[in-house]
């Protein structure tokens, strides 16, 4: 048993569904990404998705890369994203952590050394979304025996025979990006949602998790009917860019504001999945 499966089997077991935020790593500071960090769990968040800041984030929309240019103008990097996860196990060990983002920082921090420092970090899996499943190899291979999920990611266009490859080799969950295009741009229909999501499970007994285009409560909750899993970005991240002065330093209560947000996205969770 790993922390997210433990995670997930406790969730069912209670008949609920996660919120799984997302933010990035040094946005708009490394301070205020750990004080956010640290208080996500008690502001609902049952497993956390921690982006990996990168120059050229081609999955993402316009909130989530202005994130990573932040970070990066801060001085965030893939030891400090590291740090950000050991620093947290010091105070919650129970709270499984993604870490999200592409796949040319870690060749250029190495596989092997990535792999051993995201272990001993503390983190429990990765979503590396320019990384097909025809080509990860390299890097699922180390991570999985190093304990490491390697959380795959479907799509509306993905065909049953391409969810077949997609799910040979997967860990954690599924990640199933619900609209076509980059990250908080638009909504899926619920009843979309409930399609794939069922469509998913009839190839598959890892839990699924819906994201790309969840902005609100009401949202969240429609997600938490059907999946697994909700998972908020580039709302979170939005919502941090907003609580930052004209020299993009955060402004009073910035942290309070955003984990605010996500107790409210919580709630919307709650909603959609009565235990």
């Known amino acids: 048993m790993t922390r997210l499966t433990d995670r997930f089997a406790a969730l069912k077991a209670e008949n609920r569904a996660a919120l799984i935020p997302f933010i990035v790593a040094g946005d708009p500071d490394h301070a205020t990404t750990f ?31 202005k994130a990573a240019g932040r970070a990066l103008k801060a001085g965030a990097s893939m030891v400090r994203t590291l740090d950000l996860v050991r620093d947290f196990r010091k105070g919650d060990i129970t709270t499984p952590i993604v870490l999200m983002g592409y796949f040319n920082p870690i060749m250029a921090y190495g596989i092997d050394a990535f792999v051993k420092d995201a272990v001993n970090a503390g983190a429990d899996g990765l979503i590396i979304v320019d990384l097909p499943p025809e080509e990860d190899a390299e890097l699922r291979e180390p991570a999985t025996a190093a304990g490491l999920s390697v959380i795959r990611l479907a ?3 993905s065909t049953d025979a391409r969810l077949a490859t997609i799910l040979d080799g997967a860990s954690g ?103």
């Open 173 to 275: 969950f599924v990640y199933y990006v619900s609209v076509a295009g980059v990250t908080g741009q638009k909504s899926a229909a619920s009843t979309d949602i409930a399609a794939a999501v069922a469509r998913i499970r009839a190839q598959s007994d890892l839990p699924v998790a819906v994201g790309f285009g969840i902005r609100t409560p009401e949202q969240a909750a429609e997600v938490a009917a059907h999946a697994d899993a909700a998972v908020v970005g580039s709302a979170i991240v939005s919502r941090i860019e907003a609580g930052l002065d004209a020299a993009g330093k955060p402004e009073d209560g910035l942290v309070r504001e955003v984990l605010g947000f996500v107790s409210g996205l919580k709630a919307g969770v709650a909603r959609g999945r009565k235990p």
């Open 35 to 65: 004080d956010i960090l640290k208080g996500l769990p008690e502001a609902g968040a049952d497993i956390i998705e921690l982006g990996m800041p990168f120059s050229d984030p081609s999955a993402d929309g316009p909130a989530i890369e």
């Open 155 to 157: 799509t509306p266009t």
